[in-house]
C-alpha cells in the first residue's frame, strides 16, 4: 500500500522561514539564515524593537509575528535600500524613522505574499491575509487571534543576518495535518522580472509593426496608389 505525504504545522513552518529567506535575499539582503531547532511557545508577542503581525485565514487560520532587535532592522533596510541605489548620506538613523518601519512593512508583505503563494502551490489550499504593519514598540505586547483555534500551535525560529544581529518570526496556527491523496503538478512560479520583460518585448514589438506599416502606407501614397 503506497503511502500517503503528510504536510504538518512544522512543515508550513519551513515554508514560511523559506519565504522569509528568498525575499530577504532578493531584497539585497543575502546570507540570512534560520536556525535549525525551532522553539515550542505557549504565545506570540511583539517584543522590541520593532514588530510587525499578520493574520490569516481561509484553508487554515493562523497568526505571524515577526520581531526585529533595532540593529538588524536598521542592517536589512540599509542593504535593501543602498541595492537599490539609494546614497548612504540619504538613509534613516533610527529604527524608529517612519521610512525604516514603511520598508520593513514591505518586505513583510512581500513575505507573507510569497508564503500565500507557496500554500497555494504545495497544500493546493488558499489562504488570505491582513495588511501587515510594521511598530516600533518598547514593551512586550502579547498577540491573539481573533478566531478561536482548535488546538493552537505555537512556534519561535532564530534568524541571523551577517551582521550576527537577529530577528525572530513567530506563527501561530490550528493543528492540522494535510495528507496527499494522489500525485499532482505544481503550477510554474510566475516570475515578475519575467513578465514585466515579456510585456515590454510585446510593446516593442507593436510600436516596431506600426512603425513599418506606417512606412508601407507612406509608399503606397507616394505611388498614388
Sequence with gaps: MRKNKVINTDDVLLTLCTAVTQVFAAAGNAQIAYSPMVQKIQKTCLRPDLGCFVLFDGGFSGLVVINFT???????????????????????????????????????????????????????????????????????VQILINTQLDQPQARRVTFNTPLHNIFYLELA?????????????????????DILANANSQSAAAADSAAAQDVDDDFLANLGL
Aim: proline residues 2%; without cysteine; hydrophobic residues 35%.
Design 70 to 140: 533595532a540593529e538588524s532592522a536598521m542592517e536589512i533596510y540599509r542593504k535593501y535600500m543602498m541595492s537599490m541605489g539609494m546614497p548612504e548620506t540619504e538613509l534613516a538613523q533610527f529604527h524608529t524613522s517612519d521610512e525604516v518601519g514603511n520598508v520593513m512593512g514591505e518586505l513583510m508583505n512581500q513575505i507573507v505574499g510569497d508564503f500565500t503563494n507557496r500554500v497555494r502551490q504545495e497544500l493546493q489550499t488558499s489562504i488570505n491575509q491582513s495588511q501587515p504593519k510594521m511598530m516600533a514598540i518598547n514593551k512586550q
Design 173 to 193: 496556527m490550528d493543528k492540522t495535518e494535510f495528507i496527499q491523496l494522489h500525485e499532482f503538478e505544481t503550477a510554474e512560479e510566475e516570475n515578475v522580472d
